[in-house]
């Protein structure tokens, strides 16, 4: 099979190995794939997690149909399509998890889908399964013009957000973040933002931020500037490592830890009933076009 590899002078396409599926593996016909900013780094030479450097198939995320099955792979059979993510994905055949592939909604191409599986169940696991959303809460999602900011916002105007906030400091992408969901758009390299973020939530603060990069303001006594959250019951989830976390508790906030780029706060480990809720999610933004 033809395949997209990194090889000692660069990434090229070059013959592969066909794999074959062991296990509860599906081997997949792919048809369409997705492409990822860590994709982008592993074709310079850069390791994402245990993969990357010379003889790895590129690519982490496709749509396709199940071309055949291990001898554990239960829930779907051949001709099936799918979309999911996992390694190899750059290739004319790759393989899935059976436990961890969605079923590619029938009104859903194969191109669509190829975007859907790292950003749709890495956000629904922070903005549902941690961050607890509620129908009538508010969200600010920091760095909202990336694939998964824009997913954020998505997920979170489905599941009854009253007011969704997204950020971002390029004045075109800011533009245009009303249409993927955002109510206002901010720029948080403006120290006006945190006033903006109170005005537009009556002085309480956001239920919910979804963050992206960490970026904070003084306060004028000196502190980090967190009046944007709402005290007591905010939910804080970004990349905060623990001094952030700690001076965030001694404040009033309630802080839940997680990194984009870690299994169990995206799409490697998502619980079954969190990837049903996600196609689900799927459907009704197809639906919605």
């Known amino acids: ?73 239960k829930g779907v059979a051949v001709g099936d399509r799918i979309m999911g993510s996992g390694a190899a994905a750059f290739a004319e055949y790759t393989l899935g998890d059976s436990g961890r592939i969605l079923r590619t909604p029938s009104n859903m191409n194969f191109e669509e889908a190829a975007t859907l599986p790292v950003a749709l169940t890495t956000m629904h696991n922070a903005v549902v399964t941690n961050g607890a959303l509620q129908m009538g809460q508010t969200v600010l999602v920091q760095g909202a013009s990336s694939g998964v900011g824009l997913m954020a916002m998505q997920i979170a105007k489905l599941k009854g957000a009253r007011l969704v906030v ?79 976390v700690a001076a965030a508790h001694r404040q009033g906030f309630q802080v839940r830890r997680h990194r984009s780029c870690v299994c169990a706060y995206g799409s490697q480990q998502a619980p079954r009933q969190d990837r049903r809720d996600a196609l689900m999610l799927a459907t009704q933004r197809a639906t919605a076009r």
């Open 1 to 73: 099979m033809k395949a997209y590899v990194y090889g000692a002078n660069g990434p090229t396409i070059t013959d592969a190995s066909q794999p074959t599926p062991k296990g509860a593996q599906v081997l997949v016909k792919v048809r369409a794939c997705g492409l990822n900013r860590a994709d982008l780094g592993m074709t310079k030479g850069h390791v994402h997690g245990s993969r990357g450097g010379v003889g790895t198939v590129l690519g982490m995320e496709w749509a396709g149909e199940v071309a055949a099955l291990g001898p554990e792979a």
């Open 166 to 244: 997204g950020s971002s400091t390029n004045a075109m992408r800011r533009g245009r973040l009303k249409e993927f969901g955002a109510d206002l758009a901010i720029d948080s390299s403006d120290p006006a933002w945190v006033e903006q973020v109170l005005a537009a939530t009556n002085r309480e603060g956001v239920d919910l931020i979804i963050d992206q990069y960490r970026r904070y303001l003084p306060h004028p006594d000196g502190r980090r500037d967190r009046r944007y959250l709402r005290r007591g019951e905010a939910r804080h989830l970004g990349r905060g490592g623990e001094p952030q």
